[in-house]
């Protein structure tokens, strides 16, 4: 399995432009979580989705924030309009029920956003 | 609502030198826990994790950590720091009531020096 697979890598726009992130779970993973790491706030959970359904947004931002998820093979977060404090690095990870006998969530490369 | 306390946010330390990061969660009930190393631009990688049964856990590349119930604790440890442990770590909980949830600490960047 090729892991979780997040595009772009980076993204750099101007404030006010419309922004998708992508993230591609690993196949059989039925929960997907999208995260946002800045240095003043650390990993911050936005959403997560358990087959395909939002479970938890009560970490989305703001009402620019949008995340949808219409298959079990991918995700999006949408920003828009955007704005210079959205620049952060965004990780997708993926799980199946956590227990003993799985590892956690495995996390995609993340993609940096820089909003200029 | 569960959450989960790094008091350490930055460790400098030599090569051979040992580390021990504290995490500490708020939650009465079952939890599984976990630490997770993000090396220089990378992303977050299972070191090890809890779930029942022994307390003491060990994980990949020489780390283990202790599940102290009575103190809401789960401390990382690594005997003999090397370089290449430089690294941002996280503890992260999954209570119970949570689901598949999992709460992360504000991060440790452990810096080792050659």
């Known amino acids: 399995d090729a892991g979780v697979i997040q595009s772009p890598r980076h993204e750099v726009t101007e404030m006010g432009q419309e922004v998708t992130l992508r993230c591609k779970p690993i196949?059989?993973?039925?929960?997907l979580f999208w995260y946002r790491q800045t240095m003043m706030r650390g990993l911050e959970l936005l959403i997560y989705?358990?087959?395909?359904?939002?479970?938890?947004d009560s970490g989305m931002p703001e009402d620019r924030f949008s995340a949808k998820m219409p298959n079990a093979s991918f995700s999006t977060l949408k920003i828009q309009p955007s704005e210079p404090r959205d620049s952060a690095v965004y990780f997708c990870?993926?799980?199946?029920?956590?227990?003993?006998?799985?590892?956690?969530?495995?996390f995609g490369s993340g993609t940096r956003l820089t909003v200029v | 609502a569960q959450s989960v306390s790094q008091h350490n946010h930055h460790v400098i330390l030599s090569e051979a030198a040992s580390l021990e990061l504290g995490c500490n969660y708020s939650?009465?009930?079952?939890?599984?826990l976990f630490w997770y190393v993000q090396y220089p631009g990378q992303h977050l990688q299972l070191l090890l994790k809890?779930?029942?049964?022994?307390?003491l856990v060990k994980g990949i590349k020489g780390f283990e950590a202790e599940f102290i119930k009575s103190k809401f604790s789960f401390n990382l440890r690594k005997p003999s720091v090397q370089w290449s442990d430089t690294a941002e770590y996280f503890c992260?909980?999954?209570?119970?009531?949570?689901?598949?949830?999992?709460?992360f600490g504000g991060g440790t960047r452990v810096l080792v020096k050659p």
């Open positions: 992260a909980v999954n209570a119970g009531a949570a689901g598949n949830k999992l709460t």
């Open positions: 990870a993926s799980t199946t029920l956590l227990t003993r006998a799985n590892y956690g969530y495995t």
């Open positions: 989705f358990n087959n395909n359904v939002p479970i938890d």
């Open positions: 196949s059989g993973h039925d929960y």
């Open positions: 939650y009465g009930g079952t939890v599984n």
């Open positions: 809890y779930f029942s049964g022994d307390p």
